[in-house]
């Protein structure tokens, strides 16, 4: 069965460090999202990425966070000036329509210490 | 005001029962709706999607939805232990994003 790749499954990063998260969706998926969710809470969108520009995105997408896909396959989240507070899992997703269910990968693993 | 609703449990069964979990949701205009199963330190697995008004049934697992309510359900007939989990419940109000619960625990003991 297809599915989302992301690497690296944990990163150890300093605060006020930048971290790169990567993500391959399925090959025929049109869109593209990065979720998180903090230890012991719900899971929380960020942003949602369709033909190469960003469609939605939360609060908590500020300015410290910027989505990228690079080539025909990569798609990632880099956090400028990590906070401790960006310490969570951090999960991307993909679906062939914006309506349809999303398949999330495994996950990264971000502690900012 | 949240948007999404679900009570956090744990909720607990004995396996081979009826589990029932729920979910309510603030936006009118949701268009579709799912269910997600969490293991512990796993990612989200979907398991149902429901669009209509009514049931849908996969296997042992049944999605209801009523509109008017605002009201999203999931039934897991013959409950095992290996369906202790947390389900979350997701909500898609027509932009591109799916909106969360907390999500409820389940504990199926043998």
């Known amino acids: 069965e297809p599915e989302v790749t992301q690497t690296p499954s944990h990163q150890v990063t300093q605060m006020g460090q930048e971290v790169i998260l990567r993500c391959v969706p399925i090959?025929?998926?049109?869109?593209f999202y990065w979720y998180r969710q903090i230890l012991g809470q719900k899971v929380e969108f960020l942003v949602s990425?369709?033909?190469?520009?960003?469609?939605?995105k939360s609060e908590i997408f500020d300015d410290q966070f910027s989505v990228e896909r690079p080539d025909g396959s990569n798609f990632t989240l880099k956090i400028r000036s990590t906070k401790l507070e960006d310490s969570a899992m951090y999960f991307c997703?993909?679906?062939?329509?914006?309506?349809?269910?999303?398949?999330f990968g495994s996950g990264t693993r971000l502690t900012v210490v | 005001q949240k948007e999404v609703e679900q009570n956090s449990g744990p909720l607990s069964v004995p396996e081979g029962a009826i589990a029932s979990l729920n979910c309510t949701y603030s936006?009118?205009?949701?268009?579709?709706f799912f269910w997600y199963r969490q293991y512990s330190g796993k990612s989200p697995e979907l398991i149902m999607f429901?669009?209509?008004?009514g049931d849908k049934e996969d296997g042992r697992f049944t999605a209801q939805l009523n509109k008017a309510s605002q009201y999203v359900s999931l039934l897991i007939r013959d409950s095992q232990p290996s369906d202790s989990a947390t389900y979350l419940c997701?909500?898609?109000?027509?932009?591109?994003?799916?909106?969360f619960g907390t999500g409820t625990r389940l504990l199926v003991s043998p």
């Open positions: 997703a993909s679906s062939e329509a914006s309506n349809y269910g999303y398949t």
């Open positions: 090959s025929n998926h049109l869109y």
């Open positions: 990425f369709y033909n190469n520009e960003i469609s939605e």
């Open positions: 936006d009118r205009g949701s268009q579709s």
């Open positions: 429901i669009y209509s008004n």
């Open positions: 997701a909500v898609n109000t027509g932009f591109q994003k799916l909106v």
